[in-house]
C-alpha cells in the first residue's frame, strides 16, 4: 500500500508540476507559428533521452544525432541518427555513428557537423560500466570520430584519433561542428569537471584529425559549449557553468575574451539553471540562442540579437515542459521556418522521455 501510494502522490506532483509551468509561462512572449498562433510541440522520437543535434543536408533533409535510451547514460545505449524530409514529416531511423563497444557500455555525448565534402562527421563518448556502477557513472569512454559519406546511412568509425585533453583526461565533445572562414572546422570538447574547462579543437582535414586545443575560459569553469562563426574569423560560443556565458573571438577561435553584453554587463545572457544554449545565425542575419530553462518556469527558451551578439532581446518560450528536459538544437528550412528539436521527460499529454520538434516562423515571431 505504501508503495502504490508513493507513487500516486509522485504523479499528482508530477501534473501539479506541470500545470504550474503552464501557468507560470502564460504571460512569456512565444514563438509564432504560420498561422500566428504560438508554435505546438510534437513528438518526433519517443522513449529516448536524445540531447538532439540537427544537421541540414543541401537537399533539405533534416538529419538528427541522439542519445537512444530513455536515460541519462546509466542505460547501455549507442549513437544514432534520423532524418526527416523537412522536421514535421515522419522521422526515420538511419545509421549508428557510435554503437556500443561492449554490453555495458553507454555512448551518448557528441558534437556532430557536415564537412566540406559532405561527409557527416559525429564526435562521441560516453559511460563504461552503465549497470556496475550504478547511481554513479562509469569512467568515460574514448573520444571516437565517426563520418558518413551516404547521409548516415553507414559510419566508419576511428576509435583513437581524437586527442586528449592537455591534462591526458578525456573530453566530452558538444554542439555544432562548425566550419571556419579558412574552411577548417572547429569543434568544442569539456572535461568531468568544470576545473578543467571547454577546449576548442581545429580540424584542417574534414575532420579525419583534430588539434590546437584552445581553452575558451582561464578564470570561468565552463563545460557544455555552443559555437557561432560570424563571419570573417569572428565567432560567438554559448558556455555553460551555473548559467549560460558568451565569449566572443575575432582571430579564428584561436583567442577568447568575455565580453559584457546588454542586458548583463558580466556576459551571462542566461541565468542559472538555464542551460546548455545553441547558437543559429538565421537568413536575416539574426543570431537565436536557444536553451533549456530548468527553473520553476521550465521549458525552451529563445533570445534574439540583430548586432551580431552584443544586445540580446527578452526570453520567448519555444515550449512548456516539465521534469528533465532542455538541450536544444536548430536549423532553418529553405521556406524560412525554423525547426527546433529538444528533449523532455514531459510535455502536456505525453509523459515519458522523447525528442521533441517545433516548427515556428521568425518573420512572425522575432520582433
Known amino acids: 500500500m505504501m508503495s502504490t501510494r508513493i507513487g500516486t502522490l509522485a504523479v499528482i506532483t508530477t501534473v501539479l508540476t506541470f500545470a504550474n509551468t503552464i501557468l507560470a509561462s502564460e504571460m512569456t ?7 500566428g498562433e504560438p508554435a505546438k510541440p510534437r513528438v518526433a522520437i519517443d522513449k529516448v533521452c536524445a540531447w538532439p543535434h540537427l544537421m541540414k543536408l543541401r537537399d533539405g533533409t533534416i538529419v538528427a544525432t541522439i542519445h537512444n535510451q530513455p536515460s541519462h547514460l546509466q542505460q547501455p545505449a549507442d549513437v544514432e541518427c534520423w532524418s526527416s524530409r523537412d522536421g514535421e514529416s515522419e522521422w526515420k531511423r538511419l545509421g549508428v555513428p557510435a554503437p556500443r563497444d561492449d554490453q555495458e557500455a553507454a555512448r551518448g ?3 556532430a557537423g557536415i564537412a566540406n565534402n559532405d561527409d557527416l562527421v559525429v564526435l562521441s563518448t560516453g559511460h563504461a560500466n552503465t549497470l556496475s556502477s550504478r547511481p554513479k ?3 568515460v569512454t574514448p573520444t571516437w570520430i565517426s563520418r558518413s559519406s551516404d547521409g548516415g546511412k553507414s559510419w566508419k568509425i576511428d576509435k583513437t584519433g581524437f586527442p586528449k585533453g592537455p591534462d591526458g583526461t578525456v573530453l566530452n565533445p558538444f554542439g555544432d561542428i562548425v566550419m571556419g572562414k579558412d574552411d577548417a572546422l572547429r569543434c568544442t570538447a569539456y572535461g568531468d569537471t568544470n576545473a578543467v574547462g ?3 579543437f ?5 575532420g579525419k584529425t583534430w588539434t590546437n586545443p584552445v581553452r575558451i575560459s582561464k578564470d570561468r569553469g565552463t563545460n557544455e559549449t555552443a559555437l557561432l562563426h560570424l563571419g570573417q ?17 575575432d582571430d579564428d577561435a584561436m583567442t577568447w575574451k568575455h565580453r559584457p553584453v546588454s542586458p548583463d554587463p558580466q556576459g551571462r545572457i542566461a541565468g542559472e539553471n538555464q542551460h546548455p544554449a545553441h547558437l543559429l545565425r538565421m537568413a536575416s542575419g539574426v543570431i537565436v540562442l536557444t536553451y533549456g530553462n530548468r527553473t520553476k518556469n521550465s521549458g525552451v527558451d529563445a533570445r534574439f540579437s540583430n548586432d551580431e551578439g552584443q544586445t540580446w532581446s527578452e526570453p520567448y518560450r519555444v515550449v512548456d515542459c516539465a521534469g528533465d528536459l532542455g538541450y536544444p538544437g536548430s ?11 529538444y528533449y523532455a521527460s514531459q510535455i502536456e499529454g505525453h509523459s ?8 515556428w516562423d521568425p518573420a512572425k515571431t522575432v520582433p
Not at 29 to 35: A, E, F, G, N, Y
Not at 331 to 341: K, P
Open 233 to 249: 574569423g569572428k565567432w560567438l560560443a554559448a558556455a555553460r557553468n551555473t548559467g549560460t556565458d558568451l565569449y566572443f573571438s
Open 29 to 35: 512572449r512565444r514563438v509564432i507559428d504560420r498561422q
Open 109 to 111: 555525448m557528441f558534437a
Open 198 to 200: 571547454t577546449f576548442v
Open 137 to 139: 557513472w562509469g569512467p
Open 352 to 359: 515519458s522521455y522523447h525528442m521533441g520538434i517545433i516548427v
Open 202 to 206: 581545429h580540424s584542417d582535414d574534414d
Open 331 to 341: 536549423v532553418q528550412r529553405a521556406d524560412g521556418q525554423i525547426v527546433t528539436a
